[in-house]
């Protein structure tokens, strides 16, 4: 059974940082490029950024680009966000995906998700 645990969000002030973490299980973690996605209060999904089964291939959203960084560790099953630079409008609820389909080179969309961990940027 695939499950997706998100955890790291909290309370940040704007400029400041936070690493989010995934732990996989339930399937073969380092065969799948993996996603963030977030939701802001009251707003629909948003695509934050992916990488490939390896690690590379890093693909960011232009809202976050140059303050995120999306890595993973497949020896431990994980996927991580660090966020730096942190405004008020990257406050959501921070979802870790898997993709559909296996060692496929590119996003085809997601069939899981955790529950999310909440990042709110304030002041």
């Known amino acids: 059974q695939v499950q997706l645990v998100e955890s790291g969000g909290g309370l940040v002030q704007p400029g400041g940082s936070l690493r989010l973490s995934c732990a996989a299980e339930?399937?073969?973690?380092?065969?799948?490029?993996m996603i963030w996605v977030r939701q802001p209060p009251g707003k629909g999904l948003e695509y934050v950024s992916d990488?490939?089964?390896?690690?590379?291939?890093?693909y960011y959203a232009n809202a976050v680009k140059g303050r995120f960084t999306i890595s993973r560790d497949n020896a431990k099953n994980t996927l991580y966000l660090q966020m730096t630079d942190l405004k008020p409008e990257d406050t959501a609820v921070y979802y870790c995906?898997?993709?559909?389909?296996?060692?496929?080179?590119?996003?085809?969309?997601?069939?899981?998700w955790g529950k999310g961990t909440l990042v709110t940027v304030s002041s």
């Open positions: 990488l490939n089964e390896s690690g590379g291939g890093q």
């Open positions: 995906a898997k993709n559909l389909r296996s060692s496929s080179g590119r996003f085809d969309g997601m069939d899981y």
């Open positions: 339930g399937f073969s973690f380092s065969s799948y490029r």
